[in-house]
């Protein structure tokens, strides 16, 4: 026995050092993985359409840190969903942020809880408005004015649903009612109020810059608010000091100003000159104005205004200066207005709400809320996968859309689990809700013992946006890996010149840049301190939302990028914990007046959601008596592993033309490779182990056998990508290891061949042995043809790329292979053995 391993062993390092690839003996009776089993069950029971409710009744007002409507979220809304599905309501308890509340029902084990604490040691300061509004006059009579001040005009009162002014300005009785009606279907099942833009309204609120200050206390009828007026005056650029229209700042006492700086900037100016309201839309980003091939900001993006602060809150709390956050239509409208005035035209700023220390219950504060759900595992309730979304932000996709699906997640899987169509997990699985970057640190602050037991994190912000509205599908922000680490290119816009990187592969800054992996305009993040040792986490997520495609909806579309940091999965890897964050990013909505309803999908959040549950569940079913879950797992991260030394390969081609064009420094080009190749190597053969140091407490014999062998296998193809960086990466790439193919006459049964070679090394096909006539593939191919007919022209079957040679592409040396292994057998034979059913 120990004679055929050893000998197996031998063909099958001589198969990858050979073609670069491994072979994967299929089962004749393939039996359905457990992975394509979980998503097909959540596939029938996870909705869309319900999980847009959801969203709905988030969307309906602006949640702000500490706020009431976003207190009314969590405390309220989640918990009665919660609790409407099966668990049990352990209700509020209030504690400082170094404890679990009375009510947490973390170590029970006897049923599944949801439960609210508020951390009541947070005083932090909350901004809560209620109302706002930009109304002009005056100007004089000129052409176009009517048309020109609508296009300018704010009003909203869509920023907190609990109040009398919110109710009454839309005329319902209760929040009940006003879900209700954006809720509302036709006969035909569409939603009257989302397609005909009555919902995208409600999003004109964040035309009051975040954080700026109140004219008028909260509780003031818009009616009676006196709010304050002013002259509309342009200043072009300012400094906080001076500005570039207006060499006499003096002047300005009592104006409105409108600037192509930041409002914090312009409140600074104002502030000091004594003007009474700032305007600019100076915070847009690029990709919030999408545009056409012409240049022209494409509908409705040209009314997109970014939701972003000005002044700091302690600033403006003691203020009465309001900030307006302006779209691109606005800004033009009244730059137009002051150039055909007749008069001076004068603004109307109201802004009514308060500012208040999130503690304070004399105001209505209650401290920093947190929503816990737990369905407790079977066998390890201890050991927990854990799943966030952060409620704050005024938005729909922005984060509406992770609340919503994170609760039709939480609510359905525990239906699933009582009425019998899904097994209790092994593992607990805990849902979250509260505030981005809060939440997490104010869990592990207070579950001390349960943070150490949290297997890994997935955080859901953004996920459920329409890609062909929004530009973006889906994006797997990974675990820091070493995409992270090394340069790795840069997202674009479409309608920009260029990729960020020539055809030599430099990129702006003049360095090689690598593919495919992309950053988002975000931008990368440290990964100093965190959480980057090799994981399955990014593969198994990847894994699940390729069995969403292939057994749920061929039409979802997932990418990934480098982490980068931003939201709560950066706060738990700070304390070693695997963590991935899901969204869409760069988008077209994010943080702006036009991410609305309109611009998320009930399709794109049911998707996620299933992918996103059905990686919980893997994750939390992989135990040793479930052995074969974690091998489907390390099969998953094997083959990842593959792929990405695949397309190392082609970097490590794109490196050569890089020094060839750029310097000719070939030994640092090299030197890199092998830098970046190593990182590669080190990190998936740590993230082949971590299925079982993170799933399993005692390993079979079996599954180490597995392991090991995935493990030499990697290792055979690390060291075949070295050598080819050490052959391709030079002034004329070396063909020091070709193949030679010989001829083979095509029969009625099987195409033939004309003598050619293969180069293992660049991965191309030459029709020389010097390698100096490149060819296809399809060149080589001789067709049968019977003598009565002419010969066939061989086709060229490629795809037109310049794809590099795939570690599992046998085309060209599967003969050479088979005859390999065809000799082994009749030296002595040797057993194949099947992997695992999965």
Not at 428 to 452: P, V
Not at 717 to 745: G, L, N, W
Not at 759 to 774: P, R, S, V
Request: aromatic share 10%; proline share 3%; hydrophobic share 35%.
């Amino acid at each position: 026995m120990k004679t055929r391993k050893v000998l197996l062993c031998v063909v099958l390092c001589m198969c990858l050092i050979v073609s670069g690839f491994s072979f994967a003996f299929a089962d004749n009776n393939v039996k359905t993985t457990y992975m394509q089993q979980t998503v097909e069950q959540l596939g029938e029971r996870l909705d869309g359409e319900k999980m847009f409710d959801y969203l709905s009744y988030v969307y309906l007002g602006w949640r702000t840190t500490g706020g009431s409507w976003q207190n009314r979220v969590i405390d309220t809304f989640v918990l009665d969903q919660l609790v409407d599905s099966g668990y049990k309501n352990a209700g509020k308890g209030s504690i400082d942020s170094n404890n679990k509340s009375a009510n947490d029902k973390s170590s029970a084990v006897d049923d599944d809880y949801a439960w609210v604490t508020y951390f009541n040691d947070v005083g932090s300061l909350t901004w809560d408005p209620e109302y706002a509004k930009l109304e002009l006059s005056g100007g004089g009579d000129f052409e176009g004015k009517e048309d020109l001040f609508n296009r300018i005009n704010v009003e909203s009162a869509a920023f907190n649903p609990t109040t009398d002014t919110y109710l009454d300005y839309y005329g319902v009785d209760s929040i009940d009612d006003m879900w209700k009606w954006i809720t509302k279907k036709d006969g035909n099942g569409n939603r009257v109020n989302v397609l005909n833009g009555e919902e995208a309204k409600l999003n004109d609120r964040v035309h009051l810059a975040w954080n700026s200050s109140f004219t008028d206390p909260a509780g003031t009828k818009p009616e009676d608010a006196e709010g304050v007026s002013g002259e509309i005056v342009y200043i072009g650029t300012t400094n906080g000091t001076t500005c570039s229209e207006i060499a006499d700042t003096s002047t300005l006492q009592g104006k409105v100003l409108i600037t192509d700086s930041s409002l914090r900037n312009a409140f600074t100016l104002a502030n000091k000159v004594g003007a009474v309201a700032v305007a600019s839309k100076a915070s847009l980003s690029s990709y919030s104005v999408p545009k056409d091939e012409n240049g022209n900001i494409i509908h409705p993006f040209e009314e997109s205004a970014r939701y972003a602060s000005g002044a700091s809150l302690s600033l403006t709390q003691n203020s009465n200066i309001v900030e307006w956050q302006l779209s691109t239509d606005q800004y033009n409208a009244l730059l137009e207005v002051l150039d055909k005035a007749k008069e001076p035209v004068i603004a109307k700023n109201i802004a009514i709400g308060k500012v208040y220390a999130m503690n304070d219950e004399a105001q209505g504060g209650k401290g920093q809320a947190i929503a816990l759900a737990e369905i407790k595992g079977s066998t390890k309730p201890d050991e927990r996968i854990f799943l966030c979304a952060h409620v704050q932000e005024p938005g729909s996709n922005d984060n509406a859309t992770g609340v919503a699906a994170l609760l039709g997640m939480a609510t359905e899987i525990k239906k699933m689990i009582d009425d019998g169509t899904l097994e209790r997990p092994e593992r607990t699985i805990t849902f979250m809700w509260g505030d981005e970057m809060s939440m997490a640190r104010l869990y592990m602050s207070s579950h001390k013992a349960e943070k150490e037991g949290i297997v890994s994190v997935l955080n859901l912000d953004m996920v459920g946006e329409d890609p062909a509205k929004t530009g973006r599908s889906m994006r797997i922000e990974k675990t820091p890996d070493p995409s992270a680490v090394f340069n790795y290119t840069l997202d674009t816009l479409p309608w920009e010149d260029g990729k960020g990187y020539d055809e030599t592969f430099k990129d702006t800054s003049g360095e090689f840049v690598r593919l495919p992996d992309s950053h988002t305009l975000w931008g990368a993040g440290s990964i100093d301190g965190l959480f980057q040792e090799g994981f399955f986490l990014n593969d198994l997520y990847m894994y699940a939302a390729q069995n969403v495609i292939e057994h749920h909806d061929s039409e979802f579309g997932v990418d990934v990028c480098p982490y980068e940091g931003g939201s709560d999965h950066s706060r738990f890897l700070e304390q070693g914990i695997p963590a991935l964050l899901t969204w869409h990013f760069t988008d077209y909505t994010y943080h702006t007046s036009v991410d609305t309803l309109a611009m998320s999908s009930a399709q794109e959040m049911e998707d996620v959601g299933i992918t996103s549950m059905a990686a919980g569940l893997l994750m939390a079913n992989a135990t040793d008596e479930n052995e074969d879950i974690a091998v489907e797992m390390m099969a998953e991260v094997q083959k990842a592993a593959f792929e990405r030394f695949a397309k190392e390969q082609q970097n490590t081609l794109n490196h050569q033309i890089y020094a060839k064009n750029n310097g000719g420094d070939y030994e640092t080009a090299l030197a890199n490779e092998k830098e970046v190749l190593k990182a590669w190597h080190d990190w998936y053969q740590e993230a082949l182990l971590s299925v079982e140091n993170s799933l399993l407490e005692s390993p079979s014999a079996e599954y180490k056998e597995i392991r090991a062998t995935y493990q030499l296998e990697l290792e055979l193809r690390y060291d075949q990508a070295v050598k080819f960086a050490e052959e391709m990466i030079k002034a004329e790439p070396a063909h020091t290891d070709v193949i030679k193919v010989p001829a083979k006459e095509a029969t009625a049964e099987a195409d033939g061949n004309i003598e050619y070679y293969y180069c293992k090394y660049c991965g191309k096909y030459y029709a020389d042995e010097a390698c100096t006539k490149e060819i296809t593939l399809a060149d080589t191919v001789v067709k049968f043809v019977p003598d009565e007919e002419e010969p066939a022209v061989p086709g060229d079957k490629t795809d037109g790329t310049q794809n590099p040679p795939k570690t599992g592409d046998n085309s060209g040396i599967a003969a050479f292979i088979i005859m390999l292994i065809a000799a082994a057998t009749a030296a002595g034979g040797f057993a194949i053995k099947r992997r695992r059913e999965q």
